[in-house]
């Protein structure tokens, strides 16, 4: 039988998060425990960051660096047979300019685990990316059909589109798989929330406006364009850390039925103006927003609108209510001020 058929929740599952110190990582970890798991292995890069800080309220039995990883499968032994496995690691700089590293470590990587989850008969949950849907010209649906038609307007949105190609063209996300594999890959949209401290220059606005403001008393947005968009105007969907968590772990079980690809987002645009003014009611300060010129590489490769299509993971059964950008930004404005992570709180 397929470990595939019927996954319980139940702590003896074997599990295995890649990029499990990460934002989306951190927080699926995070919502594994709440619902009982937690015989996980994590795997991620911590070098010098404080990124290891992500883990400290985790519960899991064991942590690998990226590079031991394929070492630990093949030699593991039983200890390295995972029922579920959750690749969410990856680098994630849309302003990554090396194609060749972000080919090897973001396509290359997560093919190879592609090839353990068929040898193992696995379910593998993978982060595909909302940035491969490009300047949004064919819409924003998570329909496999159109999906090798899209193109994406950085290199990291073409190395998530690989590996979406790479399982398409060989129909790996079919119901008859090899061994009885079976493939999911989520495309995340604008996702913030607690837990993204080590991500730099790719920390979201949300904690941005937070940084901007408690050190200046203002938030500076990028200025428009497009005659269309007013300065602030250009919109996104954002979607809270949390319920993205929720959302992924929907697929080990209620979810188990599903395959292929999968849009994660609010299915709503928001402005910028927007995020920022929510962020100075969390505050319960009163809005300055400065509008500054945007950086001449950023201008080609700017998406001036988003909003993902939710209509396909609502017919899969996933229905809870999502916390609407105000909510989400006063709730994360909690974690702000006590320098928390994920479990602190909770």
């Not at 064991?62 to 959750?86: M, V």
């Not at 690809?261 to 505050?283: C, D, H, T």
């Given at each position: 039988?397929?470990?595939?058929?019927?996954?319980?929740y139940?702590s003896?599952?074997?599990?295995?998060?890649t990029?499990?110190?990460?934002l989306?990582?951190?927080?699926?970890?995070?919502?594994?425990?709440?619902?009982?798991?937690?015989?996980?292995?994590?795997?991620?890069h911590?070098?010098?960051s404080?990124?290891?800080?992500?883990?400290?309220?985790?519960?899991?039995?064991?942590y690998?660096e990226k590079?031991?990883?394929?070492d630990?499968?093949?030699?593991?032994?039983p200890?390295a047979?995972?029922?579920?496995?959750f690749?969410?690691?990856?680098?994630?700089?849309?302003t990554?300019?090396?194609?060749?590293?972000?080919?090897?470590?973001?396509?290359?990587y997560?093919?190879?685990?592609?090839e353990?989850?068929?040898?193992?008969g696995?379910?593998?949950?993978?982060?595909s990316?909302a940035?491969?849907y490009?300047?949004?010209?064919?819409?924003?649906?998570?329909?496999e059909?159109?999906?090798?038609?899209l193109?994406?307007?950085?290199?990291?949105?073409y190395?998530k589109?690989?590996?979406?190609q790479?399982?398409?063209?060989r129909g790996?996300?079919g119901?008859?798989?090899?061994?009885?594999?079976?493939f999911v890959?989520?495309?995340y949209?604008?996702?913030?929330?607690?837990?993204?401290y080590?991500?730099?220059?790719?920390?979201?606005?949300v904690?941005?406006a937070?940084?901007?403001?408690?050190?200046?008393?203002k938030?500076?947005?990028?200025?428009?364009y497009?005659?269309?968009?007013?300065?602030?105007?250009?919109?996104?969907?954002?979607?809270?850390?949390?319920d993205?968590?929720?959302m992924?772990?929907?697929?080990?079980?209620?979810g188990?039925?599903?395959?292929?690809?999968?849009?994660?987002?609010?299915?709503?645009p928001r402005?910028?103006?927007?995020l920022?003014?929510?962020?100075?009611?969390?505050?319960d300060?009163?809005?300055n927003i400065?509008f500054?010129?945007?950086?001449?590489?950023?201008?080609?490769?700017y998406?001036?609108?988003?909003?993902?299509?939710?209509d396909k993971?609502?017919k899969?059964?996933?229905?809870?209510?999502?916390?609407?950008?105000e909510?989400a930004?006063?709730?994360?404005?909690r974690?702000?001020?006590?320098k928390?992570?994920?479990?602190?709180?909770?």
């Amino acid at each position: 039988m397929s470990v595939n058929s019927s996954l319980p929740y139940k702590s003896s599952v074997p599990i295995l998060v890649t990029g499990g110190a990460g934002l989306i990582g951190s927080a699926v970890v995070w919502r594994l425990n709440q619902l009982g798991y937690e015989n996980i292995s994590v795997v991620d890069h911590l070098g010098e960051s404080d990124k290891w800080r992500n883990l400290s309220a985790l519960r899991f039995v064991n942590y690998l660096e990226k590079d031991q990883l394929f070492d630990f499968l093949e030699r593991g032994g039983p200890k390295a047979k995972f029922d579920l496995i959750f690749h969410l690691g990856a680098c994630s700089s849309t302003t990554e300019a090396d194609a060749s590293y972000l080919a090897k470590n973001n396509f290359d990587y997560s093919r190879r685990l592609a090839e353990y989850a068929i040898r193992q008969g696995s379910r593998m949950v993978y982060a595909s990316s909302a940035a491969t849907y490009g300047d949004g010209a064919l819409g924003f649906d998570d329909d496999e059909a159109q999906a090798l038609q899209l193109r994406p307007l950085n290199m990291y949105g073409y190395s998530k589109q690989l590996m979406d190609q790479y399982l398409l063209q060989r129909g790996l996300f079919g119901e008859k798989n090899p061994g009885g594999a079976s493939f999911v890959g989520l495309k995340y949209s604008n996702v913030f929330g607690p837990n993204e401290y080590h991500k730099a220059h790719m920390r979201s606005m949300v904690l941005r406006a937070y940084e901007q403001i408690m050190s200046e008393g203002k938030v500076r947005l990028f200025k428009s364009y497009k005659a269309e968009y007013e300065h602030g105007m250009q919109l996104r969907d954002f979607l809270y850390v949390k319920d993205a968590a929720d959302m992924s772990c929907f697929f080990i079980a209620e979810g188990r039925h599903c395959r292929g690809l999968y849009n994660i987002g609010y299915g709503e645009p928001r402005s910028w103006l927007e995020l920022a003014k929510a962020m100075f009611a969390a505050l319960d300060k009163e809005s300055n927003i400065e509008f500054i010129d945007m950086p001449e590489e950023l201008k080609e490769k700017y998406q001036y609108y988003t909003c993902l299509n939710m209509d396909k993971l609502r017919k899969a059964g996933y229905h809870k209510p999502l916390s609407s950008l105000e909510l989400a930004v006063k709730d994360y404005a909690r974690y702000l001020q006590k320098k928390a992570h994920l479990g602190d709180l909770e």
